[in-house]
């Protein structure tokens, strides 16, 4: 088992910046690929980006590229997710997901779940 703890969101104006950060414990997190997964209200939860478990590869949602960047420090056992430039259509309960296979960046290819925090970009 993996448990996974979301902390960081709150509210910021467009234009602003936000750190998330993902704490793990349990299993070997170092053998987990990392992802950020999102769910506006009313949607579906999206794919964000995605980090390998080595860190040496990362891949990002077209909607982030370029104002997203994912990281993680397995010594301390943590995946963060710096935000720039945040636009109101950012705003969404983000998750962390852990899994064991790179390449997918779906919801189903994740093994492990965080309950999410919530990010809100006020206009």
């Known amino acids: 088992q993996v448990q996974l703890v979301e902390s960081g969101g709150g509210l910021v104006q467009a234009g602003g910046s936000l750190r998330l950060s993902c704490a793990a414990s349990?299993?070997?997190?170092?053998?987990?690929?990392m992802d950020w997964f999102r769910q506006a209200p009313g949607k579906d939860r999206e794919f964000v980006a995605a980090?390998?478990?080595?860190?040496?590869?990362?891949y990002y949602a077209n909607s982030v590229k370029g104002r997203f960047t994912i990281f993680r420090d397995n010594s301390k056992n943590a995946v963060y997710l710096q935000m720039n430039s945040l636009k109101p259509e950012d705003t969404a309960v983000y998750y962390c997901?852990?899994?064991?296979?790179?390449?997918?960046?779906?919801?189903?290819?994740?093994?492990?779940w965080g309950k999410g925090t919530l990010v809100t970009i006020s206009s």
């Open positions: 997901g852990a899994s064991s296979r790179w390449g997918l960046y779906t919801s189903d290819a994740m093994d492990y």
């Open positions: 349990g299993r070997t997190f170092s053998g987990y690929d």
């Open positions: 980090i390998s478990w080595s860190g040496s590869r990362t």
